[in-house]
């Protein structure tokens, strides 16, 4: 059987350090395939990167170092992974489902007439080549899809496969791009998010603590906060909890917003409407505090406390605290 | 200017959604059909810079079953100027593929000058028709806007990226998409409503665009369907003062902890 080549985009940031979801997307690229990096940065960022993929099971990288990588957006990294998956022939190429990532793979769709796979949350292997699997209608349907010939183009939900592939030492080859496509949007300004925070992010945590609106305003929706750093957990909000102001967008968990499904998910003052239930049902245990005992979130809950959580969180931390010490 | 935005009638994600065990297509009888929220705050931004600018004029473009006719009416009554509805029986169930050649075909010919597009559909969550699009037309795309700020000949808009936020500029004609951080529609009033019954709604068939659906060009199919099995309720207490000392036991005992 001749090797199967299959691409893995991993973004760079700009310090020059890989984004987390690069271990994810060359374990997913290992379950189908032999994996190959591909990664595009500014000029004198990329060996670190480099290295780092090859720690993350990268048999080969492809390093496109150019200025126009920040200065323009989607086509430098669009134009490197046609020219890698040329050069290997790729069966399939990984992109991380978000948006830079979907930008780049809808163009490479079109450009190298390939069929496209999007928000897909695992992949296998069959007798005619790469599956993808999709969790359709906040997760209440399970779907697999392949193309019908050529390769396949797949943007990857983070933090929904778990395999990770054993580091190598990367062949690092470097590609120069090609002539960029004048009709590109231009990057005019990039401003570093506030300082990096220390929980584990949302999308890919063990734990998720949620508030929602029955936390009641900003200083009460720290209690999500206390009670994530206490458990080490990744923290969400409900779109009500968001639209009120109490946490930002891009803490939002649900139909519109991210998509989780850590070991334990625990609900603070969240009426679970469908659209909440659709980002997080299926989380392994789910735990739901709050005041209605009607609130829809306890009908998925596999335990559910009616009460308040001004009262039950805090005699939770403190429980937790004396018992480990 | 043309603005052309890009609609789509999606199952309302407030009520229960089906896939067809049998066909793997969007049981559409499980659901009522509505305006998918993303894109009325697409029409939202279309609508009131026309407002504010001269000589502007909106169409809503979508592909659908017949039941998106409804939908474009209702629409129209918003404030958009006309419609151009692509139905085809043969686009059941089609690919990304196939939907971005459609409507890249239908935008061509209605020759505009910025598109305008949700980010993602609450349906299909694929969030890449609108670049795709782009691509096909030759055009820049500038997608997943937070903000947006449109002249005669340029878009700029502000977006998240891979450690922070990035502004991008493109000259027009262009492709955009924009997040949840964009105004909800406006009511139409009584006068609207009753505007929209006169404004043109143009319907196309895929011959009368070119597009042949079982062209030799690789598609994405489905092979498999299922049903993910209902989650449960589990236990339900009521809290007496100690609720958090037994959360605590239950997550020590299950190892959660």
């Known amino acids: 059987m001749t090797e199967q080549n299959i691409l893995a985009f991993l973004p760079v940031l700009p310090s020059g350090e890989l984004v987390g979801s690069a271990a994810e997307l060359l374990g997913a690229a290992a379950l189908i395939g032999t994996p190959v990096g591909v990664l595009v940065t500014a000029p004198g960022k990329a060996q670190r990167a480099a290295e780092s993929a090859g720690h993350y099971g990268a048999t080969a990288v492809f390093v496109v170092e150019d200025d ?7 086509a430098p990294a669009a134009d490197a992974l046609v020219t890698a998956g040329r050069a290997v022939g790729a069966e399939a190429v990984l992109i991380p489902d978000d948006v830079d990532g979907r930008d780049i793979a809808a163009r490479l769709s079109v450009r190298t007439q390939s069929a496209i796979a999007t928000d897909v949350v695992g992949v296998h292997r069959d007798d005619e080549g790469v599956v993808a699997h999709h969790s359709v209608y906040g997760s209440m349907f399970t779907t697999e899809s392949a193309p019908t010939h050529g390769s396949l183009i797949i943007t990857l939900r983070e933090g929904s496969v778990e395999n990770r592939a054993p580091g190598v030492d990367p062949k690092i080859r470097r590609l120069d ?3 960029l496509p004048s009709q590109s949007a231009a990057i005019i300004e990039f ?3 506030a300082e990096a925070s ?3 992010d949302l999308r890919g945590a063990d734990t998720v603590v949620a508030g929602g609106r029955g936390l009641g305003s900003v200083e009460g929706f720290a209690l999500a906060e206390e009670l994530a750093d206490a458990l080490g957990a990744g923290l969400g909000a409900s779109r009500a909890a968001v639209d ?3 946490a930002p967008n891009s803490l939002q968990v649900g139909q519109t917003g991210v998509t989780v499904s850590p070991e334990l998910y625990i609900a603070l003052g969240i009426s679970g409407a469908v659209q909440h239930q659709a980002g997080m049902q299926t989380a392994k245990t789910v735990i739901a505090i709050n005041k209605d005992p ?25 429980t937790l605290k004396a018992k480990s010490s | 200017m043309k603005i052309a935005v890009l609609v789509k009638e999606v199952p309302d994600s407030y009520g229960e959604r089906r896939l067809s065990l049998t066909t793997g297509l969007a049981d559409r009888s499980a659901s009522d059909p509505v305006l998918d929220e993303i894109t009325s705050r697409a029409v939202e931004a279309a609508v009131s810079y026309a407002e504010s600018s001269e000589d502007v004029e909106v169409a809503l473009v979508t592909m659908g079953p017949e039941s998106a006719e409804a939908m474009l009416r209702k ?4 404030g958009a100027d006309s419609a151009h509805h692509v139905i085809d029986p043969e686009l059941a169930g089609s690919d990304m593929t196939l939907s971005a050649e459609v409507l890249a075909a239908v935008l061509q010919r209605i020759e505009c000058d910025l598109i305008i597009a949700g980010d993602v559909s609450s349906d299909g969550s694929g969030g890449v028709i609108p670049t795709m699009i782009a691509e096909r037309m030759g055009i820049a795309h500038a997608t997943s806007l937070d903000t947006l700020e449109i002249t005669e000949s340029t878009v700029t808009g502000q977006r998240a990226t891979y450690g922070g936020t990035v502004t991008v500029q493109a000259q027009l004609p262009a492709v955009v998409s924009l997040t949840e951080r964009h105004p909800g529609p406006r009511f139409p009033g009584f006068k609207g409503i009753m505007a929209a019954k006169k404004k043109p709604l143009e319907t196309y068939a895929l011959a009368d665009l070119g597009i042949d659906p079982a062209a030799d060009v690789p598609r994405s199919i489905m092979l498999a369907v299922s ?9 339900k207490i009521v809290d007496e003062g100690d609720a958090g000392t037994k959360l605590a036991d239950y997550l020590i005992e299950k190892k959660l902890v």
């Open chain 2, 75 to 78: 629409t129209l009554a918003m």
């Open chain 2, 227 to 235: 049903e993910s099995p209902p989650r449960s309720a589990g236990e």
């Open chain 1, 68 to 74: 126009t990588v920040s200065s323009t957006l989607t």
């Open chain 1, 198 to 200: 220390t929980r584990p």
């Open chain 1, 294 to 318: 009607e609130a829809p979130i306890f009908d998925i809950a596999d335990l559910g406390i009616v009460g308040d959580v001004f009262e039950v969180v805090p005699q939770l931390i403190e």
């Open chain 1, 191 to 193: 401003s570093p998010s």
């Open chain 1, 244 to 246: 009120a102001g109490y």
């Open chain 1, 177 to 179: 791009l090609g002539e």
